[in-house]
């Protein structure tokens, strides 16, 4: 499966911003799904996790209550809603799709990922 991020850009704090990340194949939907971010200097760390059926999500403490995962598996698509951006939201953003078929619960370990997009930036200023 291929995945194209899209969405990100700069924004002030406190601003919002919706990145998707479209999705080739037909096996997205059996998918479990997860965005990444790597700010300058910083190693990859995990935003947020969706599973294949969108009934179960986990966040990093980082942003819970600000962001949520969704997908739509119609569309081949899966998005995250930023709210209340801070300065320090500010990375490359990644999404990745874990191979494993109808997971009940997605990963958030990077290294159960196999797939992974291209990056879309975020910058968030003061």
């Known amino acids: 499966v291929q995945l194209q991020a899209s969405g990100g850009g700069s924004v002030q704090a406190g601003g919002s911003l919706r990145l998707s990340c479209a999705a080739s194949g037909r096996t997205f939907s059996a998918y479990a799904m997860g965005w990444f971010r790597q700010a300058p200097g910083k190693e990859r760390e995990f935003v947020a996790a969706?599973?294949?059926?969108?009934?179960?999500?986990y966040y990093s403490n980082f942003v819970k209550g600000r962001f949520t995962v969704s997908r739509d598996n119609a569309k081949n698509t899966l998005y995250l809603q930023m709210n209340s951006l801070k300065p320090e939201d500010t990375a490359l953003y990644f999404c990745a799709a874990d191979r494993t078929y109808y997971s009940a619960r997605p990963p958030v370990s990077q290294r159960e990922y196999n797939y992974w997009g291209q990056g879309t930036q975020v910058t968030v200023s003061s």
């Open positions: 969706i599973n294949w059926s969108g009934d179960s999500t």
